[in-house]
């Protein structure tokens, strides 16, 4: 079991940053792919982006559209954490920001992560 906690959640303005961070509780982190997933308000869980498992400077990603050119997803190893830089935020960004663990896929299918964080708000206001 891994247990995930995420943070840097908050309230900016569009056209800011935010950088989300989510940190394991496990041995083998680097054998883990990790994914970025969003609840918008009143809508279903949206994939927003993945790194695959193993060394960070090799790592394959995996971004939805909505996030290419403004998100970058990476991990550290050493410090069991995994990163998502967002920028040029936008008011559709608003959601809850989940983090994911998998051993089996960093593609875009919710159900191929079987440990989920409890998510962190952010909020991009007009």
């Known amino acids: 079991q891994v247990q995930l906690v995420e943070s840097g959640g908050g309230l900016v303005q569009a056209g800011g940053s935010l950088n989300l961070s989510c940190t394991a509780s496990?041995?083998?982190?680097?054998?883990?792919?990790l994914g970025w997933f969003r609840r918008p308000p009143q809508q279903e869980f949206e994939f927003v982006a993945a790194?695959?498992?193993?060394?960070?400077?090799?790592?394959?990603?995996n971004y939805a559209d909505s996030a290419k050119g403004r998100f970058t997803i990476s991990r550290d190893n050493a410090k069991n954490t995994v990163y998502l830089q967002m920028d040029s935020l936008k008011p559709e960004d608003t959601a809850v920001y989940y983090c994911?663990?998998?051993?089996?896929?960093?593609?875009?299918?919710?159900?191929?992560?079987?440990?989920w964080g409890q998510g962190t708000q952010v909020t991009v206001s007009s």
């Open positions: 496990v041995r083998s982190f680097s054998s883990y792919a």
């Open positions: 790194i695959s498992w193993g060394a960070a400077n090799i790592a394959n990603t």
């Open positions: 994911a663990a998998s051993r089996a896929s960093y593609g875009p299918l919710f159900r191929a992560y079987d440990n």
